[in-house]
Nanobody
Framework: QVQLVESGGGLVQAGGSLRLSCAAS????????MAWYRQAPGKQRELVAL???????NYADSAKGRFTISRDNAKYTVYLQMNSLEPEDTAVYYC?????????WGKGTLVTVSS
């Protein structure tokens, strides 16, 4: 079992920045990758960024050049630095961890970007 707790969401003006954090606990040594997803009102959940256990990263096109995913293995925490935020980035952001064929999810943190 893996538990994930997100933090760092909030209200920010367009052009601003936020840093999301996701703290993992439990069977963390089994985690193969961690990722951030988001779900905007009325839309499907979508991948924002992913980082593997070896540090390789992958980003959605909408996140490239603006968002950076990173991990602190000592703190078992993954971060999502979001810059140049746009109103279209408004969504609930969820942390995800992959353990072999299992996926674990946090409860999400709301990011609201005002124009």
């Amino acid at each position: 079992q893996v538990q994930l707790v997100e933090s760092g969401g909030g209200l920010v003006q367009a052009g601003g920045s936020l840093r999301l954090s996701c703290a993992a606990s439990g069977s963390i040594s089994s985690i193969k990758h961690m990722a951030w997803y988001r779900q905007a009102p009325g839309k499907q959940r979508e991948l924002v960024a992913l980082i593997t256990s070896s540090g390789a990263t992958n980003y959605a096109d909408s996140a490239k050049g603006r968002f950076t995913i990173s991990r602190d293995n000592a703190k078992y925490t993954v971060y999502l630095q979001m810059n140049s935020l746009e109103p279209e980035d408004t969504a609930v952001y969820y942390c995800n961890a992959g353990v072999y064929a299992l996926l674990y999810w946090g409860k999400g943190t709301l990011v609201t970007v005002s124009s």
